[in-house]
């Protein structure tokens, strides 16, 4: 199995002054350069993402950058080559958008399935095994009071996060972006939510050159996604979790995501 990982974001978020006290200078000074996946937990935070895709059985890892994204390059390629996984590199030229992202890879990927993720998030390791063991597209589905309970994602930042409808036979129907109070509500607590973990085939990059750009201005992964869904007519098999994603798009997420990363020893 293959795997992308989604490494290009401006990390504008991140460079915001937090409130967090115990932040170490070398953690501050990454931060401040936007760089949230080379946030050091004794190891870069990108180092555990990477083992955990080790685990999960990809033994080919894309890392989507931008241009300036040189140190990222160079830690993979000179300073700490990974031992488990071969790591290569995909270029975003702008940041246009995740769709975007994920169609750079395409020259790695080839006709090949292939995982998506986030750089800026360790997922459960089950889930990704049980998302590289699918015969298909899919996604894993978080159950958003378990992700609420279990995870460094402050509440209203995770209402906030795509929710997803799936059918009778356990297959994503629908993405909801953005979602209201009423669409959120009107869910509740067997609400599942999308954390931009994926199994994608070759049918993804078609979809991700057919959409439009979003009022934001940028070609948006779940636009592709119901492209690929509705016109292209992918299945997308929705694998139900119940566990935590640590998140590191704040400054104030730094402190949390040590304590929680102290006993994982990556090795990616």
């Given at each position: ?118 750089a800026d998030n360790y997922y ?92 934001r201005g940028e070609l948006e ?23 935590g994603v640590l998140d590191l ?20």
């Amino acid at each position: 199995m293959n795997a992308v990982v989604l490494a290009r974001g401006k990390g504008t978020r991140m460079q915001r002054a937090g409130t967090a006290a115990t932040v170490t200078p070398e953690q501050t000074r990454i931060a401040d350069a936007g760089l949230k996946a080379m946030i050091p937990f004794r190891r870069p935070f990108l180092d555990y993402v990477l083992s955990g895709l080790a685990d999960a059985g990809c033994r080919r890892v894309c890392l989507v950058i931008g241009p300036e994204h040189e140190t990222i390059r160079d830690y993979y390629q000179r300073v700490r080559v990974p031992e488990r996984i071969e790591v290569s590199f995909a270029v975003q030229r702008e940041a246009r958008g995740t769709a975007d992202a994920v169609l750079s890879a395409q020259p790695f990927a080839g006709h090949d399935p292939f995982l998506a993720i986030n750089a800026d998030n360790y997922y459960p390791i089950p889930a990704l095994r049980a998302l590289a063991a699918l015969d298909g597209s899919g996604l894993v589905a978080f159950r958003r009071a378990t992700l609420i309970e279990e995870s460094n994602i402050d509440p209203d930042r995770i209402r906030n996060f795509a929710l997803l409808t799936i059918d009778a036979h356990g297959n994503l129907s629908d993405i909801v972006e953005k979602p209201d109070a009423d669409a959120a509500d009107r869910l509740g607590d067997r609400a599942t939510v999308s954390m931009n973990c994926w199994r994608f085939g070759p049918a993804i990059f078609d979809a991700c050159r057919a959409i439009a750009p979003s009022p934001r201005g940028e070609l948006e992964l779940p636009t592709a996604v119901r492209h690929a869904m509705h016109v292209l007519h992918e299945r997308f098999r929705a694998i139900p979790v119940d566990g935590g994603v640590l998140d590191l798009s704040r400054r104030d997420d730094i402190v949390e995501v040590e304590r929680r990363l102290a006993n994982v020893e990556p090795r990616p």
